[in-house]
């Protein structure tokens, strides 16, 4: 979501004679995006923007400013903290970026303004996007849902869906730009609510010319419907990958963290669609450390990932965010014990990840092809539609490329083929 973020504030930039640049020595304005969702993230902004306190001194005209989540959050408190900052812009009004920056360039008084969290979805937007076959187009914004460890709906306000028109408008503007592959966008995009359903706004998407691969992140299990599973099952470029954030394998840590569904509830959903749709790579968000989780629940839970068999699963530890309720929660747990914990859960997903990686192995899968490899350019690299990672021998490919390739090797995290 902030990638998307940053390309759209990018691209209104571009509009007022600014262009991107990896060198932060050189810049005229540099831009930090936040992200508040763990403690980690928080920490490296202020890291960074420590570290840009000496270039404004070398560079007076330089402009630094704060977006985002933590943006957001922090608001006033963020220049109170590190003066150098010139403007803190909230996620309600990223698209006022421009206006922001050119009365900065004008008259140098520092900017705040976090007023609307909930603020409109801008309809005209412009983005400057990255990469070169691959890209985002956010379909709704914020959260109702209020998991009671999450800071989301706090910092990115109510849930507010775009209209069909302007989602197709943009995936149509990003096809002709020359992106092979969309995913479309949500905190839950189970409860897109623009006026069709999710299912019906997948299913017209997949019929953009040019959308040669279709995904759509993030789905909470408690709505995603069999209309849905349907829409994909009989998809025609609908990617057969669906990332499921379970968060947690036991029923008292499900409740407490809000999350509105049981473990059977889950499992019998997942038996649903690997019915419906065959070849489902399935993956999946976990959160360790949760207050008041005893090492009964947290047994339960690598039992619970034994059970399911994800393809992958993201795995963080447990981050107390203030303002959530989880953070009043009793029975908070220590660092060390969280950690072990992460290390044995990993451990354990990482057996079955590799488990169904070898299962591949022989197999031919349709792979888009990405580019050069960072290593090696004779070795490309794309995605195959499960969105795993896969490196083969370059031929004739151009990044873009659909392609059929033969697993010959698989690891936990990558696998390799030749072009067949
Ligand atoms: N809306 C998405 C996810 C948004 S945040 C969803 O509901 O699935 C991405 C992931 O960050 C979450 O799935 C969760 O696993 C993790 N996360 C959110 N808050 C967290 C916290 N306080 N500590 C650790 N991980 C957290
Ligand atoms: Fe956070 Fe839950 Fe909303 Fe996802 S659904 S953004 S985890 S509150």
Not at 393 to 400: K, L, P, T, V
Request: charged share 30%; net charge neutral.
């Amino acid at each position: 979501m902030n990638v998307a973020d940053s390309e759209r504030m990018a691209g209104l930039l571009k509009k007022i004679g600014y262009t991107l640049t990896e060198d932060a020595d050189r810049a005229d304005l540099i831009l930090i995006n936040t992200c508040c969702v763990r403690g980690t993230a928080e920490d490296k902004v202020f890291g960074q923007i420590g570290r840009f306190k000496s270039l404004k001194r070398e560079k007076p005209s330089l402009i630094l400013g704060v977006a985002g989540c933590m943006a957001q959050k922090e608001g006033e408190n963020l220049i109170k903290r590190a003066p150098h900052i010139d403007f803190v812009l909230g996620t309600g009004q990223s698209s006022e970026v421009a206006r922001v920056v050119q009365s900065l360039e004008r008259e140098r008084k520092h900017f705040i303004d976090t007023s609307n969290v909930s603020g409109e979805i801008p309809t005209e937007v412009f983005p400057l996007r990255g990469g070169q076959v691959s890209t985002f187009v956010p379909i709704m914004y914020g959260c109702n849902n209020f998991c009671t460890y999450c800071i989301v709906p706090y910092v990115r306000g109510r849930e507010r869906s775009r209209k069909p028109e302007e989602i197709f408008a943009e995936v149509k503007q990003a096809v002709a730009e020359g992106f092979k592959e969309i995913t479309l966008l949500g905190q839950n995009v189970n409860s897109y609510s623009g006026g069709m359903t999710f299912a019906e706004l997948l299913t017209a998407v997949d019929k953009i010319d040019g959308v040669k691969r279709l995904r759509f992140m993030t789905s909470h299990p408690k709505d995603l419907s069999d209309e849905l599973i349907a829409a994909i099952a009989g998809g025609k470029n609908i990617c057969e990958h669906i990332h499921l954030p379970v968060q947690y394998g036991s029923d008292k840590i499900l409740k407490r963290m809000n999350r509105v569904y049981t473990v059977e509830k889950y499992l019998k959903l997942v038996e649903k669609i690997r019915k419906a749709i065959p070849n489902l790579s399935l993956t999946t968000d976990l959160i360790v450390g949760f207050p008041g989780e005893t090492e009964e629940d947290f047994l339960e839970t690598l039992d619970f990932l034994r059970a399911v068999k994800f393809d992958a699963a993201f795995t963080f530890i447990y981050s107390k965010r203030s303002g959530t309720p989880a953070a009043t929660f009793d029975n908070q747990i220590d660092d060390e014990t969280k950690h072990r914990r992460l290390d044995e859960l990993m451990k354990v997903q990482n057996a079955i990840s590799l488990e169904k990686n070898l299962a591949l192995k022989n197999s031919v899968v349709e792979v888009l092809v990405e580019g050069a490899s960072k290593t090696d350019d004779k070795i490309f690299m794309g995605r195959t539609r499960s969105n795993k990672l896969i490196l083969f021998e370059h031929g004739n490919e151009q990044a873009g490329d659909l392609i059929k390739v033969k697993i010959t090797q698989a690891q936990t995290w990558l696998l390799k083929g030749k072009i067949i």
